[in-house]
């Protein structure tokens, strides 16, 4: 197959250090090969891009292999070409020789054409899709530690959860908060009812009458204190994404034109597929 790049690498990437060839020579020609091991921090991968510019590199590809490529790619951004493909693919194109080293394999790939980038959004939508993807994680969190919650109180036959629809709602939270701080009376936490619970007085003190140990008001106390942690940390980080999203307002409002697509949905989809559609040779893709 005829070769379609003059200048071109490939970048075998590691956790603690990247392997590159760099393969030099007009199509049709045999090319020069060039190989050089650096480090992966961030003076040894400008070092890295110095000695690509320096050999006049035009376009260096890489496997899209765990999150180490990332640093790699955030260095090299906006000055060669930069092609990120799939490992799977990469690593099963037909006729690659088991000897053959990994980036000089890469570079012929990439000098043949034969590497199908993978989409890697601009620095703007890479950053909102970090705070969206966190956000989602802290959420999952929060859902893990309220259900152990919900577990220790039925280890000590607390059935708040089957009278109060929201056990961590205004009147939940403060009797959840009262029962940690060591609080035994049920009509007294019962009291702390707010709104339409106060209706439910009688069932609230006997779904608060149980055995709570010493070590499970000790543990609750710790998962409030974990669970209001969460809830700062989310809204700091609606706070930041509101800030990002600010570039790209106009695709957001008309994301949220699509029925049951609300901030932080619109949010999501703009974090995972970018405002360039034009990256995407279909529809379906």
């Known amino acids: 197959m005829e ?4 200048r071109c690498a490939g970048l075998d990437v590691h956790q603690a250090s990247v392997v590159c060839c760099v393969l030099i020579g007009a199509p049709g020609r045999r090319p020069q090969k060039l190989l050089r091991s650096f480090g992966t921090t961030t003076r040894e991968l400008e070092a890295l891009r ?3 510019a320096e050999h006049g590199v ?3 590809g890489m496997e899209s292999t765990g999150v180490y490529w990332k640093p790699v790619y955030a260095v090299l951004e906006g000055h060669f070409d930069l092609i990120v493909g799939n490992a799977h693919h990469i690593k099963n194109v037909p006729g690659r020789k088991t000897d053959v080293k990994d980036a000089e394999w890469i570079a012929q790939l990439v000098r043949h054409g034969l590497i199908t980038k993978s989409f890697v959004p601009p620095p703007a939508i890479r950053d909102l899709r970090e705070l969206v993807r966190c956000r989602r994680t802290l959420i999952e969190t929060r859902t893990a530690m309220r259900n152990r919650v919900l577990k220790l109180l039925e280890g000590a036959n607390i059935k708040l ?3 109060a629809s929201d056990v961590f709602g205004v009147s939940g939270w403060a009797m959840l908060e009262a029962l940690a701080a060591g609080t035994s009376a049920p009509a007294e ?9 106060r209706r439910k007085a009688a069932e609230l003190e006997a779904a608060l009458e149980g055995r709570v140990r010493e070590h499970q008001r000790f543990l609750l106390g710790m998962q409030l204190r974990g669970l209001e942690a ?3 940390d989310l809204e700091a980080l609606d706070a930041r994404i509101e800030a990002q999203l600010e570039p790209f307002r106009a695709q957001h409002r008309l994301l949220m034109q699509i029925p049951g697509v609300d ?4 949010a999501v989809i703009l974090a995972e597929i970018g405002t360039d559609m034009d990256a ?5 893709r």
């Open 50 to 52: 110095a000695w690509l």
């Open 58 to 60: 035009t376009h260096v």
């Open 263 to 266: 901030r932080l949905t619109a």
């Open 280 to 284: 995407f040779a279909t529809a379906q």
């Open 3 to 6: 070769a379609l790049l003059e």
């Open 189 to 197: 936490m019962a009291g702390l009812a707010r709104g339409r619970m």
């Open 230 to 232: 969460i809830e700062r």
């Open 161 to 163: 959860s089957g009278v």
